[in-house]
C-alpha cells in the first residue's frame, strides 16, 4: 500500500507539471483506438485531422491548437478513463475521434456532462441518433445504419431477388443487417451471424455456396473484412455470386492487405476518393503528398472534424465560453465538407448523399475505388425522429 | 445437409484441425519436455506470417519466402528460448504464465513499430491459387487443400523423428526422465533449445501458411494459441499424438458447430467440449505420464 | 489497521514494520480525496477496486496455489448482475452488490466444482477456457449490449447521507468496502480454514492424508474469491458506468494476474500495492508514448526473473517470497 503514497505523490507531481493553460489556445482531446490491431482506423482519423489542421495553417478558428492524445485499447472502461483524464485533468475544449461504437456508448455523457463538445469522427450509434441524442455531440461521419441502408436500396433497385446475409454476432453487425433490411425487400435467403473476430469462414462458405443466392451482403470491418474477402475470392465463389459490403470493409487502408481479392466488390459510402469535389480534390492529393498512402474514408471524416470545429470557433470570434452560440455555431455546419453539401439534422447527424464504389486499380496500379453511382440524396437517418432536440 | 456438403465441412475441419496441430505440437513437446507453459507460442505465429509476406514481397516467390522464414522463425525462438525462457524452466507456472504473457505484449508492439498498424498482404502462391474438384462437383480451394497435405506431412515427420531417431529416442526419453538423460552425458541445455526451436518452426510455419487465407496483422497469434492450447488440454499435455487427436477433433467439433449450432452457442461450443472432456479425464485424453 | 495487536498476538503475528506500512498506506489513501483533484482520487479508487479484485485472486493462488487465468470472468459477472438489474430498475446498491457477490459466487461455484478436479497446467488452461466461454457469452447478449455493452444512468444508491454519485464519497465507500475484505480475508487466512487452504496448497495429498476433504475447503475458497472478484466488479461498473464483455476479456485475467505477482502473492496488502503499480506505471508510460507496451513488457519479464516477491517482498524482506 506505501506504493499508493508514492502514486499519489507522483500524481500530484504530475498535476503541477502539466497543468499551465493559455487563455488564448483551445484543446481538443483526441481519444481513439490507436494501439493493437485495429489502431489503423484511429491513426487514419488523426492524419485526416492533422491535415485539416494543416490547411487552417495549423490553428483552429485562429487559435493554437494543442492536441492531446488518448488511447482507448478498444475498451470502454479505458475510454471511460481517458475521458475522465480529458475532463478533470486536461479540461479541454473539445473531444474528437472516437472509433468505435462501444467506446462511444461509454464516453459519450460523461464527457458531454461536463460541459465539452464531443466530436465524432466515425462511430455512430444508433441509440445517440435517437432518444438519447445529446445537444453537446456532433457526429460529422455518419449513422452507422445509414451507410449498409444505402446498400440496401441499390439491391432492392438492381433487382436482387435472393440475398445472403453475413455479419459478426454483435451489435453493429445485427444493426448493419437491419440497415440492408429496411430497404431491401426481396427474399433474405439466410442471415448469418458468425462469432467475433473468426478469422476463417470455410464451413460458413461452404454453406453460402450450397444456398445458391443471387447475390451476398457481408458486414465485416477491418481484419474480419480481410480474411472473409480473400477467402471468398479464393473459393472461388467470387466469379459465381456477386458479393456486396460496405466501406467499413473496403476501406483505403485495408485493400493493400486485400490484394486483388477485392478488385470488382461493390460497396457503399458517403465518400470516395475520386469524389469530384475541389475541396476533395485538395484533400486526397495533399494527403497523399503528406502521408504517402490514399487516404480511407476514416481520414475524410478526421479532415471534415478539423473543419467543423474550425467553422465553429471563427464563427463565436473565439470566445470560447459562450456555450450557446458555439452550439449554434456547430449546428450550422458552415465548412466546406471534402463530401460537398454537408447539413445536420436535428439530432447533429449528418443528412449526406450515398453512392456505391467498385474497387479498381488505378493508373499506378494500386488499388482504390470509383464511385459508379448514387444510392441516396439527402439521405437522414431511420433514429431522428425518436430525438426530441429542438433547434 | 448434402453428402457434398459433408465432404466439403469435413475437409474444412480437417483443415483447421491440421493448423492446430501445427501450433499444439510445439507447444505440447515444450510442456512435456521443459514443463513450460509458453503463451508467446502466438507471437511465433505471427513472426511466420510477417516475415514470410516480407520475404515474398522482396522475393515474389512464396515458397522462398517459407524457406527463408521458417529458419528464421526458428532462430527467433531459439534465441527467446536462451536469452529468457530458459530461466523459467525450474520457475512455477505462474511465473512462466506472466512473463510469456509479458512476451505477447513485447512482440505485438514491437510487430506494430516494425510493419505498421495496418494488415500486412501475403498472397496465395499462382500455381496454388485455383480450386480443384475433390469429388465430381465438388469444388475446394486448391490452396486449403495444400495445407492440409503440409500439415499432415509435418504430422507424419514429426511422428517418424520422434518415433524413429536417436534424436527422437533422446526427446522422448527427456519428457519422462529429464535427470537420467542428463546424467547419460546428453547436454540437455542444447538439446531444451533445439526442442523449442522446433515447436517455434512448426508454429512459424502454421503462421505462414494461415498467412495467405488470413490477415496477417499484430495479435494474430492469440484465438490460435488460445485454441491450441484447449487442444493440448484435451489431448493430454506433452502428449504429440493426443495433440493430433484433440486438434482433428477440435477442428471438425469447431467447424460442425459453427454451421449446425446458433452462434452464441457455437462460439461456446469447444469449450464446452473441453470441460466435458477434463471432467471425465482430468489429465486429457492421452496423459503423457502414466 | 495495526492497532489491536492482542488480537494479532492470538493469530500469531507480531507488530512489525509492515503494519506501519498499512497504517501509512491507508492514512495516504484517505487523504488522496483531500489533497489531490478529481482525477487522481479517480485514479486512485480504480487502484483500489483492482486492487480489491487482485487481492480476491491473492486468495486461491497467493494461499491456495490455485493459478486462475480466468479470474476477470468474475470480475465481470459481478459488473453484468449490477448493469442487468439497473436495467430492470433494481437501483440499490443493499441489492445489486450482494447479488453481484452472489453471482459472482454462483458461477464461482460451477466453474470451481470442475476445474478443482484438474491441477497444475490443466487448471490455469481450464479457467481460462470458462472465462473464454463467458466472455462470448456475453458478448452474444444481445438485449443487454452485446459486444458493445451497456451503459449505466446512474450509480447505486445506497440511502440516508451517503451518495456514491458524489466522487469523495464514492472513493470512501470503495476505501471503507476495501478495508472491510481486507480485514475479513486476513481473518479468513490465519483460521483454521485458512490454513487447510494453505497446507492444501503446498501439499494437497498430505493434508488429504490427514484426512481433510481439501476439494471441499479449496471449492469454497474458490467461491469465496469469486464472490469478492464480483464485489470489485460492482464497484468499477459504478466507477466507470460501463459494462462490456472487454471486461472479462483474457488479457484482463492476464492484468489481474500480474498485480498479485507485481505486487508480491500470498500477502493480501501485496496485491493492492501490485494494482497501484501497474495501473501507475500504464498511466505514466502511455503519456510518453503509443508504445508503451514495448516498455511495459520487457518491465515486467524483469520482474518476474528478478523481483519474485513483487513490491511487498521488497518492502518486507524478512517474509520469505
Known amino acids: 500500500m506505501r506504493k499508493g503514497i508514492l502514486g499519489w505523490v507522483l500524481a500530484v507531481c504530475l498535476s503541477f507539471a502539466v497543468s499551465a493553460t493559455a487563455a488564448d489556445e483551445i484543446k481538443i482531446g483526441y481519444m481513439a483506438t490507436m494501439s493493437g490491431p485495429a489502431a489503423s482506423l484511429g491513426i487514419d482519423i488523426l492524419d485526416g485531422f492533422k491535415l485539416g489542421m494543416a490547411h487552417k495553417g495549423g490553428k483552429l478558428g485562429g487559435l493554437p491548437v494543442e492536441l492531446i492524445m488518448g488511447d482507448d485499447q478498444l475498451k470502454p472502461g479505458i475510454g471511460v478513463q481517458v475521458a475522465n483524464r480529458f475532463i478533470e485533468k486536461e479540461k479541454v475544449d473539445f473531444v474528437t475521434g472516437i472509433v468505435f461504437s462501444n467506446v462511444m456508448m461509454a464516453v459519450a455523457k460523461p464527457i458531454t456532462d461536463a460541459g465539452i463538445f464531443l466530436i465524432s469522427a466515425n462511430a455512430g450509434p444508433s441509440p445517440l441518433a435517437g432518444a438519447r441524442c445529446l445537444p453537446d455531440l456532433f457526429t460529422v461521419s455518419w449513422q452507422n445504419d445509414q451507410t449498409h441502408e444505402a446498400m440496401g436500396k441499390y439491391l432492392q433497385d438492381e433487382g436482387v431477388k435472393r440475398l445472403y446475409l453475413m455479419a459478426p454476432n454483435y451489435q453493429a453487425g445485427k444493426d448493419g443487417l437491419a440497415g440492408v433490411k429496411r430497404y431491401f425487400k426481396g427474399e433474405i435467403v439466410a442471415e448469418v451471424y458468425t462469432k467475433i473476430n473468426q478469422p476463417d469462414y470455410a464451413a460458413e462458405l461452404a454453406q453460402l455456396r450450397a444456398a445458391k443466392p443471387d447475390g451476398v451482403f457481408v458486414f465485416y470491418p477491418g481484419g474480419m473484412g480481410i480474411n472473409f474477402v480473400k477467402q471468398y475470392a479464393q473459393s472461388g465463389l467470387k466469379e459465381e455470386i456477386p458479393l456486396y459490403t460496405t466501406a467499413f470493409t473496403i476501406a483505403q487502408m485495408v485493400l493493400p492487405a486485400m490484394g486483388d481479392a477485392a478488385l470488382g466488390l461493390l460497396n457503399s459510402s458517403f465518400w470516395g476518393p475520386d469524389l469530384d469535389t475541389p475541396v476533395n480534390r485538395k484533400f486526397v492529393a495533399d494527403f497523399r503528398k503528406e502521408y504517402g498512402r490514399l487516404p480511407s474514408l476514416f481520414a475524410a471524416q478526421g479532415y471534415d472534424a478539423a473543419l467543423l470545429i474550425d467553422s465553429a470557433i471563427a464563427a463565436v470570434g473565439g470566445d470560447l465560453s459562450d456555450k450557446e452560440a458555439l452550439r449554434k455555431a456547430l449546428r450550422k455546419a458552415d465548412f466546406a465538407s471534402v463530401r460537398g453539401d454537408f447539413k445536420f439534422n436535428r439530432n447533429h447527424f449528418p443528412i449526406q448523399d450515398f453512392y456505391i464504389r467498385k474497387v479498381i486499380k488505378n493508373s499506378e496500379g494500386v488499388l482504390t475505388t470509383k464511385i459508379i453511382g448514387t444510392a441516396f440524396e439527402d439521405h437522414a437517418d431511420a433514429y431522428h425522429s425518436e430525438c426530441d432536440m429542438q433547434w | ?290 | 489497521m495495526g492497532k489491536p495487536a492482542d488480537r494479532r498476538d492470538r493469530a500469531g503475528i507480531h507488530f512489525t514494520r509492515i503494519h506501519l506500512l498499512y497504517l501509512a498506506a491507508g492514512i495516504g489513501f484517505f487523504l488522496i480525496p483531500l489533497a489531490a483533484d478529481a482525477f487522481y482520487t479517480r485514479l486512485a479508487g480504480r487502484i483500489l477496486i483492482y486492487g480489491l479484485c487482485a487481492l480476491s485472486l491473492d486468495l486461491i493462488l497467493g494461499y491456495g496455489g490455485m493459478v486462475s487465468f480466468g479470474h476477470a470472468a468474475f470480475l465481470g459477472i459481478g459488473a453484468y448482475t449490477v448493469g442487468i438489474l439497473s436495467n430492470h430498475g433494481v437501483e440499490s446498491a443493499w441489492i445489486a452488490w450482494p447479488a453481484a457477490m452472489a453471482c459472482a459466487g454462483v458461477t464461482a461455484l460451477v466453474i470451481g466444482a470442475v476445474s478443482l478436479r484438474t491441477s497444475g497446467a490443466y487448471f490455469i488452461m481450464i479457467t481460462l477456457a470458462f472465462s473464454q466461454m463467458l466472455y462470448y457469452f456475453f458478448a452474444g447478449l444481445a438485449d443487454y449490449g452485446g459486444d458493445d455493452g451497456m451503459a449505466l444512468w446512474s450509480r447505486n444508491s445506497i440511502g440516508g447521507p451517503v451518495d456514491p454519485g458524489n466522487p469523495t464519497q464514492f472513493y470512501y465507500l470503495v476505501l471503507l468496502l476495501l478495508a472491510i475484505v481486507f480485514y475479513l480475508c486476513r481473518r479468513l487466512v490465519h483460521s483454521r480454514f485458512g490454513m487447510v487452504i494453505q497446507g492444501a496448497g503446498e501439499n494437497e495429498r498430505r493434508m488429504r492424508a490427514i484426512g481433510f476433504p481439501t476439494y471441499r475447503y479449496r471449492l469454497v475458497c474458490f467461491m469465496i474469491s469469486g464472490a469478492v472478484a464480483g464485489l470489485s466488479g460492482a464497484l468499477i461498473s459504478n466507477q466507470t458506468l460501463y459494462i462490456s464483455p472487454a471486461l472479462m476479456h483474457w488479457s484482463r485475467s492476464g492484468e489481474i494476474l500480474v498485480m498479485v505477482i507485481l505486487g508480491g502473492m500470498g500477502s493480501l496488502a501485496g496485491p493492492v500495492m501490485g494494482a497501484a503499480g501497474l495501473l501507475l506505471t500504464e498511466e505514466v508510460l502511455s503519456e510518453y508514448t503509443e508504445h508503451w507496451m514495448i516498455i511495459l513488457g520487457p518491465l515486467l519479464i524483469l520482474m518476474v526473473l528478478f523481483a519474485r516477491g513483487g513490491i511487498y517482498g521488497l518492502l518486507s524482506p524478512r517474509r520469505e517470497s
Open chain 2, 1 to 290: 445437409m448434402s453428402m457434398q456438403l459433408w465432404v466439403v465441412q469435413t475437409l474444412n475441419g480437417l483443415q483447421l484441425g491440421v493448423m492446430l496441430f501445427l501450433m499444439s505440437a510445439g507447444l505440447t513437446l515444450v510442456f512435456g519436455i521443459m514443463n513450460l507453459i509458453n503463451l508467446a507460442h502466438g507471437s511465433l505465429y505471427m513472426l511466420g506470417a510477417y516475415l514470410a509476406a516480407t520475404f515474398q514481397a522482396l522475393t515474389g516467390s512464396f515458397f522462398i519466402a517459407c524457406l527463408l522464414a521458417v529458419p528464421l522463425v526458428m532462430g527467433i525462438g531459439m534465441l527467446m528460448e536462451m536469452s529468457i525462457l530458459r530461466r523459467l524452466y525450474d520457475r512455477d507456472h505462474l511465473d512462466q504464465v506472466l512473463a510469456t504473457f509479458a512476451l505477447i505484449l513485447f512482440f505485438n508492439e514491437l510487430v506494430r513499430m516494425t510493419w505498421g498498424p495496418q494488415a500486412y498482404f501475403m498472397a496465395i502462391p499462382e500455381s496454388l491459387s485455383g480450386t480443384v474438384e475433390i469429388l465430381p462437383g465438388i469444388p475446394y480451394p486448391a490452396y486449403r487443400l495444400t495445407i492440409v497435405l503440409a500439415g499432415s506431412g509435418v504430422a507424419v515427420g514429426l511422428y517418424l523423428f520422434i518415433g524413429r531417431t536417436r534424436l527422437g529416442m533422446i526427446i522422448r526419453a527427456g519428457a519422462t526422465h529429464r535427470e537420467m538423460v542428463g546424467a547419460l552425458g546428453v547436454n540437455i541445455k542444447l538439446l531444451y533449445t533445439f526442442v523449442f526451436g522446433m515447436g517455434a518452426a512448426m508454429a512459424g510455419f502454421a503462421g505462414m501458411m494461415a498467412g495467405p487465407i488470413l490477415s496477417v496483422e499484430t495479435g494474430m497469434g492469440e484465438p490460435i494459441m488460445i485454441l491450441a492450447f484447449v487442444v493440448i488440454v484435451i489431448g493430454g499435455i506433452g502428449s504429440v499424438r493426443g495433440a493430433f487427436a484433440a486438434a482433428v477433433l477440435v477442428g471438425v467439433a469447431d467447424t460442425f458447430g459453427r454451421i449446425l449450432l446458433p452462434p452464441a452457442l457455437s462460439s461456446m461450443a469447444i469449450y464446452i467440449l473441453m470441460a466435458g472432456v477434463l471432467c471425465f479425464r482430468p489429465q486429457g485424453l492421452f496423459p503423457a505420464h502414466g
